[in-house]
């Protein structure tokens, strides 16, 4: 069982980088922001192999706060760029849809 949940902590921890960077390296801001969506869930899923690990007694509560506090140091950082790739899908959006009006009047 601990094992298992070592196993998975890791594999978590180790999503939230790569699924950031692959983000990144894509072409579009959807998918830059899927792959950004993907990267907090996994640090979701290290909080909750992290709490499990506490309430199993394989880590005391204060080594979980202090973990929690490092998470939300990561966390913090990230939800910013979430928030900051929607509002630059929803600019694009916005000015394709001005793009698209001023050529329907232009053409008409």
Do not use: D
Request: charged share 25%; net charge positive; hydrophobic share 45%.
């Amino acid at each position: 069982e601990r094992f298992e949940l070592g196993s998975q902590l890791r594999k978590a921890a180790f999503s939230v980088p790569v699924n950031i960077v692959e983000g990144f390296a894509r072409r579009h801001r959807k998918e830059r922001l899927r792959f950004l969506n993907i990267s907090e869930g996994s640090l979701a899923e290290v909080w909750q192999c992290l709490h499990s690990a506490c309430r199993l007694g394989y880590i005391t509560k204060e080594v979980f706060e202090e973990f929690e506090r490092e998470l939300n140091m990561v966390g913090a950082p990230l939800t910013g760029l979430v928030r900051s790739t929607r509002a630059e899908i929803r600019v694009a959006v916005s000015a394709t849809v001005v793009l698209i009006a001023g050529l329907a009047f232009f053409l008409s």
